[in-house]
């Protein structure tokens, strides 16, 4: 039984390893790159269009209705990243029913890969929102003193993140190979199957966690919009 993926190595140069999480990461990202140029290569405003166009379409505007509940503006900026970020998740994690695949996402390396880029997508879609110096400023917010709280808060939400995602996709993993040895034939059916929804589950809880964190950094700014617009239409009625 393989607890993580970084154990099963392939290939061995010294001090460069070629291990499953590496191989099995690069597949992912190969076959989310072929299926979005077969399924991209003929779009058609057409009422007659392809299965692959309908589920994409089906696809893109679910993301969209949920980005869009979620930061309750424009969800066009945050698609293409939390997109990305859901979709990668999701296949590495259905993929898990094929023979001899191991997940990318049962790797620590790879979930905390995931949060740093959310780590780092937070306040860069902040900073374009608000502007450098308006962003920062809410770090010493009402206080100097909240410096440190807000800046352990940022780093422990990224290390909730990576850890959330490895736990539950190895915990998933060890269960299966557990019952495989107890009852090979009709546990793991069983299992593989709640894997698939948990699977879907645990991509979207990531997606959406880095929706709720982006949006708060962006949403800061559409409140003081908000409040400066009320306050010039009270103005403007006295």
Known sequence: MTI???????????????????????????????????????????THMSRGQNLLEVLVDGMRNQIQEIAQHDPRPYLPFVGTLFLFIAISNILAIVPWYHPPTGSLSTTAALALCVFIAV???????????????????PTPLMLPFHVIGEVSRTLALAVRLFGNV?????????????????????????????????????????????????????????????????????
């Open 170 to 238: 190895m915990s998933g993993s060890m269960i299966v190979g557990i019952l495989l040895a107890l009852a090979p034939l009709f546990f793991p059916i069983i299992m593989n199957a709640l894997g698939l929804l948990t699977g879907l589950v645990q991509a979207y809880i990531f997606a959406v966690l880095a929706m709720v964190y982006i949006a708060s950094a962006s949403r800061r700014r559409h409140a003081r919009e908000g409040e400066e617009s009320e306050r010039q239409q009270s103005e403007g009625g006295t």
């Open 123 to 141: 306040p860069a879609y902040g900073i374009a929102q608000q502007g450098l110096g308006k962003y920062f400023v809410h770090y010493v917010r």
């Open 4 to 46: 993580t993926p970084d154990n099963v190595v392939y290939l061995d140069l010294g001090p460069a390893k070629l291990n499953a999480t590496i191989v099995f990461t690069w597949g992912v990202i190969a076959l989310m790159v072929f299926f979005s140029w077969l399924v991209t290569r003929r779009l058609t405003s057409n």
